[in-house]
C-alpha cells in the first residue's frame, strides 16, 4: 500500500486567499483525521471522519476551517480566509479503528505570508 | 479521562548511550499505549504498541517499551544511541471508547551527541 497521500507537501499563499489541502488515506480504513502541527501549540487535533462522517470537530480552530471528506477514499481542509497564523505543517492520518494505531501522511506545509 | 505525560521535552543523550524516554498515562479503560516517532520533515510512524499482551514490547529500530501498570508508566528504552536516533518522539493513549481517537503527548525531542 502507498500509504496515506497528501497533497500539496508545501504551499506558500498570501493572507486572505483560499487554502485547500488534500488527503488520501489508506485504502479499507473507516477513520479519518486531521491534525495541526506547530512549535507553539504541539500536535493538535482538529477534526475526525468514521465512515465519511464528521465525529467530532471541537479542534478546528474558526469558521474560516472546513473539511470534508465526499468519498472513502479523499478529504480535503479547506481554510478561508487564511491568515499569517495558520501557518502549520497539517497532518493526514487514517486507521482502521477509532482507538487503534493511526498512520500518518507526510504533511503539508503551510505558510501563509 | 485520557491523557499522557510526557516527562522532558528534550532529552540529550551521547551516541552509545542508554536512551530512555517517559511516559505516564491516565485512563479509565484497561489502555493500549504506544509509540511513535517524528523525524525531521516526516509524519509519525509508529515505533511500537501495546494491547494488553506481553508486557515488554519491542519495537523498530531497536527500541523496546514495558508496560508498568502499578507505575501507569512506558517509558521507551533503546540500549544504545544512534545519531539516526535524533528526532520527536510521542506517547499515546488510546481513547475512552472505541471510536474515540488517541490523545497523544506532547512529545520529547531526542538529541543525540557524537
Known amino acids: 500500500d502507498a500509504g496515506v497521500i497528501q497533497s500539496p507537501r508545501h504551499e506558500v499563499t498570501e493572507m486572505g486567499q483560499e487554502v485547500t489541502l488534500r488527503c488520501k488515506p489508506i485504502?479499507?480504513?473507516?477513520?479519518l483525521f486531521w491534525y495541526r502541527q506547530t512549535m507553539m501549540r504541539g500536535l493538535e487535533l482538529l477534526i475526525y471522519?468514521?465512515?465519511?462522517?464528521?465525529?467530532?470537530d471541537s479542534g478546528m480552530p474558526e469558521d474560516r476551517f472546513s473539511a470534508k471528506m465526499p468519498n472513502a477514499s479523499f478529504s480535503t481542509l479547506k481554510i478561508q480566509p487564511s491568515e499569517p497564523r495558520d501557518s502549520a505543517v497539517y497532518f493526514c492520518?487514517?486507521?482502521?479503528?477509532?482507538?487503534?494505531?493511526?498512520?500518518f501522511g507526510p504533511g503539508t506545509r503551510l505558510t501563509v505570508t | 479521562a485520557q491523557s499522557v505525560t510526557q516527562l522532558g521535552s528534550h532529552v540529550s543523550v551521547s551516541e552509545g548511550a542508554l536512551v530512555l524516554l517517559r511516559c505516564n498515562y491516565s485512563?479509565?479503560?484497561?489502555?493500549?499505549l504506544f509509540w511513535y516517532v517524528q523525524y525531521p520533515n516526516q509524519g509519525l510512524q509508529l515505533l511500537l504498541k501495546?494491547?494488553?499482551?506481553?508486557?515488554l514490547v519491542k519495537g523498530i529500530n531497536g527500541f523496546e517499551a514495558e508496560f508498568k501498570k502499578s507505575e501507569t508508566s512506558f517509558h521507551l528504552t533503546k540500549p544504545s544511541a544512534h545519531m539516526s536516533d535524533a528526532a520527536e518522539y510521542f506517547c499515546?493513549?488510546?481513547?475512552?471508547?472505541?471510536?474515540?481517537?488517541?490523545?497523544f503527548g506532547k512529545g520529547t525531542r531526542l538529541s543525540v551527541i557524537a
Open positions: 485512563s479509565s479503560v484497561p489502555p493500549y
Open positions: 501495546y494491547t494488553s499482551a506481553a508486557t
Open positions: 471522519f468514521n465512515n465519511n462522517v464528521p465525529i467530532d
Open positions: 485504502s479499507g480504513h473507516d477513520y
Open positions: 499515546a493513549v488510546r481513547g475512552a471508547s472505541g471510536n474515540t481517537p488517541l490523545v
Open positions: 492520518a487514517s486507521s482502521l479503528s477509532g482507538a487503534g494505531e493511526q498512520y
